[in-house]
């Protein structure tokens, strides 16, 4: 019977796993789904209270987006705030949740191989949090976890970055010097190091290894920065109500903070705040944008409206104008969007990357004309602002890429070498 080892890429947005089979030497199949798990409000009997992946959005949407819906788990791995959440009378943990990922990956991969494969190589981020090494090490504390509860127990961890440098290593014929950046959905992540397909199969990587740093923003720091700029307004940014006889007021704007992430929607679950947004509603004349805001958070579209301004991105990946377009209870928005506005709202993150980058090399003595290529990776990497950002500041390196979503699953599922290696 063939060995295998699995490489696990838990992302922000997406999970994958590739398989390498030790015997043949090569990647013999890969698996992605989204990091996405839905709790039906009501599980059919008989079966698991809740789905993973692609078919969690089906079912949310089906249900009316009633239910529990959790995206962007890996987030909460570094939250001490984030205990545990109770679903259906049961609690579940920060390494519960994530489990539940790293389970459905792997019994889809089991039945691929045939066994129970209790080895794999699983990629964290460099930093899961920017500011807080006590943070860093409870995330890969409730990962080791995760990882535990999902059933494996030969295990090791690898930068992700590297494991996308690995991937890489596939591609060229010749020793370089790379300089890798995997720019995903939740985190940035850097390593530069010296690639040469002549070791590829060697044990003792760690020297090649030169330099590795991240910072915490990715394509959800984009899409927040874009529900502020583009999609507040259609929630009643803008109101003003009538704070006392003839006195306008602009309605709070940290209630529009509360709109422009995800897991901050939570907010307005509070009953003085709930109580508090009816007011302003009442005082605004009915205000119809700020009516939105009541229709998105008493119905729970968070989600769907999230996915319309990812969409947005996404064609302005390939388009130069692409509409910003969600109709849905009333919430009527259709608005065309220019490159160049999408370039100004995420301008802040490209400059904060681009600053990072910036002390990364000089921190690590990295000048530019040491970097032989770049390898670019990750979901956002083709976002065209972020490409510009690389071409702009390295305009005589080849600049290159892979598969945007697997090459870092591959590249752990290349890191058995970890095995070899004194822990
Ligand atoms: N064609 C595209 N153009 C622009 N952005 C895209 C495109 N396709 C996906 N994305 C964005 O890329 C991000 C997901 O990338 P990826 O799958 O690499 O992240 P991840 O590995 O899950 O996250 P992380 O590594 O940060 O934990 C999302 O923000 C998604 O909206
Ligand atoms: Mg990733």
Not at 134 to 149: G, I, M, N, P
Request: charged share 25%; hydrophobic share 40%; glycine share 8%.
């Amino acid at each position: 019977m063939n060995k295998f080892i699995y490489g696990l890429d838990f992302g922000t947005t997406n999970s994958v796993l590739s398989i390498y089979d030790e015997d043949k030497n090569e990647i013999v199949d890969t698996i992605r789904v989204p990091s996405l798990i839905y709790f039906p409000e009501f599980p059919v009997e008989g079966s698991t209270n809740y789905i993973i992946g692609e078919q969690a959005i089906t079912a949310y949407l089906e249900d009316g987006m009633r239910g529990r819906f959790i995206k962007s788990v890996k987030q909460i791995l570094a939250r001490s705030s984030f205990i545990e959440t109770r679903i259906h009378s049961r609690r579940y943990n920060a390494s519960d949740l994530v489990a539940l990922i790293l389970k459905d990956l792997k019994t889809k991969a089991d039945q691929i191989i045939g066994y129970d494969c209790k080895k794999a190589v699983i990629g964290r981020p460099v930093f899961f949090d920017d500011d807080s090494s006590a943070k860093d090490t409870l995330a890969q504390t409730r990962l080791s976890t995760a990882v535990e509860k999902a059933g494996f127990t030969e295990v090791r961890f690898q930068f992700e970055p590297i494991g996308a440098a690995f991937a890489y290593e596939k591609m060229i014929l010749k020793k370089e010097k790379v300089l890798v950046a995997d720019l995903g959905g939740g985190t940035t992540d850097f390593t530069y190091l010296e690639l040469d397909p002549a070791r590829a199969n060697t044990t003792d990587r760690q020297k090649d290894m030169i330099a590795s740093g991240g910072i915490y923003i990715g394509g959800d720091s984009f899409d927040s920065a874009f529900m502020w700029e583009r999609g507040t307004p259609y929630f009643g940014k803008d109101t003003l109500y009538e704070a006392s006889p003839g006195k306008l007021l602009k309605v709070p704007i940290s209630l529009f903070d509360n709109i422009c992430s995800w897991d901050k929607m939570n907010f307005f679950n509070n009953v003085r705040i709930r109580r508090s947004m009816e007011d302003y509603y009442h005082y605004s004349n009915e205000d119809r944008n700020f009516k939105n805001l009541l229709t998105l958070v008493d119905n729970n579209l968070g989600y769907s409206v999230f996915q319309a301004i990812e969409r947005t991105k996404i064609g302005l990946s390939e388009y130069d104008v692409f509409s910003f377009q969600y109709g849905n209870m009333g919430i009527e928005i259709d608005e065309e969007i220019t490159i160049q506005s999408y370039n100004a709202i995420i301008q802040k993150d490209l400059e904060r990357i681009s600053a990072y980058l910036d002390k990364f090399m000089l921190a690590n003595g990295i000048k530019k004309e040491d970097v032989d290529s770049l390898f670019l990776t990750g979901g956002i990497s083709l976002v065209r602002g972020v490409k510009e950002l690389f071409q702009d500041k390295f305009p005589g390196s080849k600049i290159n890429s892979g598969d945007n979503f697997i090459s870092v699953a591959n590249g752990l599922a290349y890191s058995g070498y970890l095995f070899e290696e004194e822990i």
